[in-house]
């Protein structure tokens, strides 16, 4: 199992762009959210999914969208990139309320 | 809400040295807490979990944490530390809405290892 994949690794926007954030996951887990890293902050949970078809918001949505068709893949949209968004973002995913969430490697975002 | 406090941002102890890290939460009902682990660069990596009965829970890479109630903590220990121990330890809550775990971290704390 390759667990929870994240890409790209790194990317740099400049203000006002979009773009997408992929996450995927093999490990057929019902529950995936999106976290964003913050020195200093912690992690802070944007939105989440409970199943495919079902989205909800986390503690830090705006300015994000996302989707679940499938149960593998959660992307997370960055409508219109603002430099508040530089950050690092994990993908987690677990099997549902008891059981741990397993974190993929992070996407580094630069907005300029 | 809920929230998990942090209080030491950094940490340095000697390679051997025993290790506490600690973790205070506020949280109306009975607590799903973890602690995490980062090493630079990386994803995070469960090192333990309570979620019921005995209180003091034993995790991967020789790490504990005990639960108390009383005092609203789940302190991380280590009897002895590896240099591999440096790296970015988070201690989480978790509530369940909807059946779904959202995770609520604390700030973080560096820990490094001197020689």
């Known amino acids: 199992n390759a667990g929870v994949t994240q890409t790209p690794k790194f990317q740099v926007l400049k203000t006002g762009q979009s773009m997408t954030l992929q996450c995927a996951q093999d490990m057929n887990h019902e529950y995936m959210s999106w976290y964003r890293q913050d020195p200093g902050m912690g992690l802070r949970l944007i939105h989440y999914?409970?199943?495919?078809?079902?989205?909800d918001q986390g503690e830090v949505p705006n300015g994000y969208n996302v989707s679940r068709s499938t149960t593998e893949d959660f992307p997370l949209r960055l409508l219109s990139a603002a430099p508040s968004q530089t950050s690092v973002y994990f993908c987690?995913?677990?099997?549902?309320?008891?059981?741990?969430?397993?974190f993929g490697p992070g996407t580094r975002l630069t907005v300029t | 809400a809920q929230s998990v406090t942090q209080p030491d941002i950094h940490i340095t102890v000697s390679e051997g040295a025993s290790l506490e890290l600690r973790c205070n939460y506020s949280?109306?009902?009975?607590?799903?807490l973890f602690w995490y682990v980062q090493s630079p660069g990386q994803g995070l990596q469960l090192l333990l979990k309570y979620f019921s009965g005995d209180t003091l829970v034993q995790g991967i890479k020789g790490f504990e944490a005990e639960f108390k109630r009383s005092q609203s903590s789940f302190n991380l220990r280590k009897p002895s530390v590896h240099w591999s121990d440096a790296a970015e330890y988070f201690c989480?809550?978790?509530?369940?809405?909807?059946?779904?775990?959202?995770?609520?971290f604390g700030q973080g704390t560096r820990l490094t290892i001197n020689p």
């Open positions: 987690a995913s677990h099997r549902g309320r008891g059981y741990e969430q397993y």
């Open positions: 949280y109306g009902a009975t607590p799903y």
């Open positions: 989480a809550v978790a509530r369940g809405i909807q059946g779904a775990q959202k995770l609520v």
């Open positions: 999914s409970v199943g495919a078809g079902i989205t």
